[in-house]
Nanobody, 116 residues
C-alpha cells in the first residue's frame, strides 16, 4: 500500500523558515518523480515543486523560485521542502504527491501558517 506522510508544518513569522518532510512507503521510491502541491484556504490546489527520481532535476513554481528548495534522500525514502523567506501568501496545507502507474497518491497534508 502506497503511503505518503508529511510533517514539519507549523506557525512561523514572515521571513522565517520551515522544512517539510514527506516519508514514503509501499513503492520503490527511487524510481519516481515526487512533487509538492499546496492548497490555501478557499483556493484550488497549486503545484509548488517537483524533483525527478534521481534528484538531479528540480522544478519550481515562479511564486516560490529562489525561496524554496526541494530535495530527496532515496536511502531514507524521504523528500524534503526547505522553505525560506516565508510570506503570508505561503499559508496553505502542503501535500506531497506522486504517480505510480496510473494511480495518483497524496499524503494527508501538513499545515503551514505564516503570520505575525
Amino acid at each position: 500500500e502506497v503511503q505518503l506522510v508529511e510533517s514539519g508544518g507549523g506557525l512561523v513569522q514572515p521571513g522565517g523558515s520551515l522544512r517539510l518532510s514527506c516519508a514514503a512507503s509501499g513503492f520503490t521510491f527511487r524510481w519516481y518523480t515526487m512533487s509538492w502541491v499546496r492548497q490555501a484556504p478557499g483556493k484550488g490546489p497549486e503545484w509548488v515543486s517537483s524533483i525527478n527520481s534521481g534528484g538531479g532535476s528540480t522544478y519550481y513554481a515562479d511564486s516560490v523560485k529562489g525561496r524554496f528548495t526541494i530535495s530527496r534522500d532515496n536511502t531514507r525514502n524521504t523528500m524534503y521542502l526547505q522553505m525560506n523567506s516565508l510570506k503570508p501568501e505561503d499559508t496553505a496545507v502542503y501535500y506531497c504527491n506522486t504517480t505510480v502507474g496510473w494511480a495518483h497518491y497524496w499524503g494527508q497534508g501538513t499545515q503551514v501558517t505564516v503570520s505575525s
